[in-house]
């Protein structure tokens, strides 16, 4: 295409040369060769135009393809910085929710990250990024502002692993808060809890809550652990079957409490 552009100028300006004496002349061949000159000055122009056209196109796109990088560029730090401040947000906010409930159940705590989890679905546990050297020992509770997660069954100088209260192998002393019907909450199966031993002439019904008893010495009377979800009344046998599903959603859990001396919490 530019090659083609210069010989059509090549061939104007020999032509305009020409046609220039002839004219300068006021020659009738001169007047003759203007409709041979008119059409090659018109392609000039226009091939001319084009190149001319083509080349701004290009910067063009490359300065808009170069603009849309950086804004790109700023676009992706920009959605970086929001999510950083959103989860700093959630943190806080996370962080506010524990320090109003160490206010609230008169024990001393000390606050703890989770930092990894034990994927089996048997025996459901944590690792949490606190031990002995911070005075977390062996049978401590460990709690949220929403409920109980479970306690601490061994602990390294800077580690602790915590069995969470929906294993098969947990244990805790509680009561029905409405009607104070007693008995022992055991992990079961797919995340919930059997409230078990409860005898079958108390009043427990689906949607009651349940909180520990204090009575086990290891969690602070009143702690939320669920809400009743099903209760089946056999019709021989003391004890009826009670089904509670944990306030606490271990899935989600980032931040714990743990309680560095149960005191019995009185309601």
């Known amino acids: 295409m530019i090659v083609g552009v210069i010989v ?11 046609s220039s004496r002839s004219y300068s002349s006021y020659y009738e061949p ?13 392609a000039v122009t226009r091939s001319v135009r084009f190149v001319r056209g083509l080349w701004s196109n290009y910067f063009y796109l490359v300065t808009a393809a170069k603009e849309n990088e950086r804004i790109r560029e700023a676009l992706n730090q920009a959605v970086e910085e929001n999510n950083h401040l959103l989860e700093l947000k959630l943190f806080n906010i996370r962080l506010r929710e524990l320090l109003e409930f160490q206010k609230a159940i008169t024990s001393r705590v000390i606050a703890a990250e989770v930092i990894g989890k034990d994927p089996s679905p048997w025996f459901k546990t944590i690792i949490i990024d606190k031990g002995t050297d911070d005075r977390v020992r062996k049978g401590m509770a460990v709690v949220i502002s929403d409920g109980v997660v479970g306690q601490v069954i061994s602990a390294s100088s800077h580690y ?12 805790a002393d509680a009561l029905v808060q409405r009607t104070r019907a007693r008995g022992i909450i055991q992990g079961g199966a797919t995340g919930r809890c059997a409230f078990k031993y409860v005898l079958r002439k108390h009043d427990v019904q ?30 021989a046998g003391i004890f009826q079957e009670v089904t509670v599903i944990p306030y606490v959603e271990f899935e989600k859990l980032e931040e714990v409490l743990v309680v560095l001396n149960p005191l019995k919490k009185q309601l």
């Open 8 to 18: 059509l100028i090549a061939i104007n300006i020999i032509i305009l040369s020409a």
């Open 30 to 42: 001169g007047r003759i060769a203007i409709p041979f000159i008119a059409p090659f000055q018109k």
């Open 160 to 171: 602790s692993k915590v069995l969470l209260i929906t294993a098969h192998n947990s244990s």
């Open 206 to 235: 689906v949607g009651d809550r349940v909180i520990t008893s204090g009575l086990d010495d290891v969690f602070p009377k009143g702690l939320s652990i669920g809400q009743v979800s099903r209760v089946i009344k056999p019709d």
